[in-house]
Nanobody, 125 residues
């Protein structure tokens, strides 16, 4: 059974940093694209970043230059380093694993079949 468990969320002041982690079990981690999504209060869930099984990365324009996604295949873990945080980054952050191994990475949430429970990030002004 595939499980994804996020950690690292919390309360931080604007301009601060947080590092989110997501540990996965159940499938050969190195073969799958991993992504981070977020959902702010009253808004739809949105794409943040992905890192493909081959290491390629892609970011939403809103976080480009501030957030960095990375992975450690030996630890079955994906990370999201968030710097220069803004109040508008406040959301529940979810990691997700894309459906199918070694497939073309996508930004649509419908391409991801396993999700973590989410971790809250609150950025105060």
């Amino acid at each position: 059974q595939v499980q994804l468990v996020e950690s690292g969320g919390g309360l931080v002041q604007a301009g601060g940093s947080l590092r989110l982690s997501c540990v996965t079990t159940g499938r050969t981690f190195s073969l799958y694209t991993m992504a981070w999504f977020r959902q702010a209060p009253g808004k739809e869930r949105e794409f943040v970043a992905f890192i493909s099984w081959s290491g390629a990365t892609y970011y939403a324009d809103s976080v480009k230059g501030r957030f960095t996604i990375s992975r450690d295949n030996a630890k079955n873990t994906v990370f999201l380093q968030m710097n220069s945080l803004k109040p508008e980054d406040t959301a529940v952050y979810y990691c997700a694993q894309q459906r199918g191994s070694r497939t073309t990475p996508r930004r649509s949430e419908y391409e991801y079949d396993y999700w973590g429970q989410g971790t809250h990030v609150t950025v105060s002004s």
